[in-house]
């Protein structure tokens, strides 16, 4: 599949705000952040910025960006609707949560029940934008669980960097926001490793001879319906970093995963401001590492399209 | 609404022949030659005389090779949209611009409605949709439901554009959920299949597999081999027999 920059950007940016807003949102409710004005401002700012700077990138790759308010009608059979849905209902808790937080310098009470909200509203939508992935059936790289597990646990962990690094700012990384990268940075490996060895040791059902229920033997595409990339061609049978898909998981594993985590046990042994500039390599770490990610699971993933221009599996 | 229907009253569709399908592109050719006048126009062209030719087909003809030896077989496979039942390209879609028809199973795209998102195209496991860069809008086959229900044609020419200009008979079209539609009886009679089934999208339309070919003289009816003419001994050929055997 082609990787498109914006739902690229979109996925990871929004990922990480959600995750950094569920996370901010709990430990906030459950006192283990201060409710501090200044932190509080920035750490949401931060997480609703990236959030909908993402919505926003999503948008641009539409044909009609101007219709993109038409998306919400039919939540009832459409995971990217009930994304829609979801990421704007979000706002309202994760809104006011933020209220209580910066201006009223409360997080408990009504405010706390607003936080729970926000960070319900934030999972499910990472959940919603997976499922959009996972709903694919003709792209056997997506139609599978480690879709939704991989979404779920790498936008967590980007977040609780993203958090780590604000905390440290304003010097009020405790030892549990300073754990959390430590523990959900490994969990999102290990499922992302799981995911690459799923891909690598399963194919689709879908061969170039049930796509042309031609049997009795290899199906070879001899001559094309076009003589130049058409749609089909350039939307669906991407081939770039699929050579490359190697030593691009290198990097993710590096970038995303190694990284990070490295840094991020380094907050635990060494005082601020040392803490600091680690929990910002890792911050820097994971964001390049994430659009390495992002872009091999686009690029590997191989449509049943392909099947028609002499692909023999999917 | 991009929920399905559960049930349609009909399920029109298309029947295409690989056996006699020779591959001249005619019903691509009218395909797109009545679809950018009609209900999807225009099919847009981008760069039509330059380099890197683009544009939107709702029909296009791929050609395959199966097989090895004398049992190689070449076979033209036109593939458009298949009308399928569980059509998940239309029940992705955010807006509500793709629908499935309740009353004859055809899928159509809402082409004020749709945003562009081709989540549509991703759904699809045929490829049967091709977006329009210049319009921003996913385009598909319609089944020419401008033309099938068009009362301004004769009786005759209320069929798809590319059914109606094949000249080899490949492509049928008809009532696929009625058992006594020639159409029905036809995939019936030939073994008609579905593209892909494992995918579950439960194809409308059904593609006849190519014919067994008959590798002997006789099996097609003609004699073994040739066997050398026998004269009676008269007239001009009895006189170059009965010279050119002394």
Known sequence: ?????????????SGAGYGMLALMAILGTAGILPADRWFGFVGLALALGLITAGLLSSTFHLGRP????????????????????????????????????????????????????????AFLTIVCTSM????????????????????VALGFASGAVALSFVAHLFDVAGPVVKALPVALVPVAWAVKTGYWAFIDRTRSLSTSNTATGLRGGEVRSVDWPHTQENYLQKEMGFQVAR????KLRTIAHGLTFAVPLAFAVLTLLVPNPLAGIAAFVALASIAAGLLAERWLFFAEAKHTVTLFYGAKAA | MTTLPTTTTTKLGLVIDLDTCVGCQACVTNCKEWNTGGHSAPLTDLNPYGDKVDGVWFNRVHTFEYGLG????????????????????????????????????????????????KLCS???????REFDEDEGVMKKCTLCVDRIYNENLDEVDRQPACVITCPSKARHFGDLGDPDSDVSKLVAERGGYDLMPEQGYKPTNKYLPPRPRKLTGAAIGAQESLQPVKTNGKGFLGWVDKVLTR
Not at chain 1, 1 to 12: G, K, L, R
Not at chain 2, 84 to 99: H, I, K, L
Not at chain 2, 101 to 113: A, N
């Open chain 2, 70 to 117: 004398e049992n190689a077989r070449t076979v033209n496979f036109p593939k458009s949209c298949l009308h399928c039942e569980n059509a998940a390209c239309v029940t992705v879609c955010p807006t509500g611009a793709s629908y499935k028809r309740s009353s004859d199973g055809i899928v159509l795209v809402d082409h004020d409605k749709c945003i562009g998102c």
């Open chain 1, 1 to 13: 599949m082609h990787p498109a920059y914006s739902v690229i950007f979109f996925t990871t940016a």
């Open chain 1, 243 to 246: 050579k490359h898909a190697l």
């Open chain 1, 66 to 121: 101007e219709r993109a308010w038409r998306a919400v009608s039919q939540w009832r059979s459409s995971w990217l609707a009930r994304e829609g849905v979801l990421a704007i209902l979000t706002y309202i808790p994760a809104g006011l949560f933020g209220i209580g937080w910066v201006f009223l310098e409360q997080t408990s009470g009504f405010w706390g029940v607003m936080g729970v909200l926000a960070a319900i509203g």
């Open chain 1, 132 to 151: 959009i992935y996972r709903s694919l059936k003709p792209i056997h790289q997506w139609h599978n669980d480690w879709t939704i597990a991989g979404y």
């Open chain 2, 122 to 128: 991703w759904a699809c496991p045929y490829g049967a």
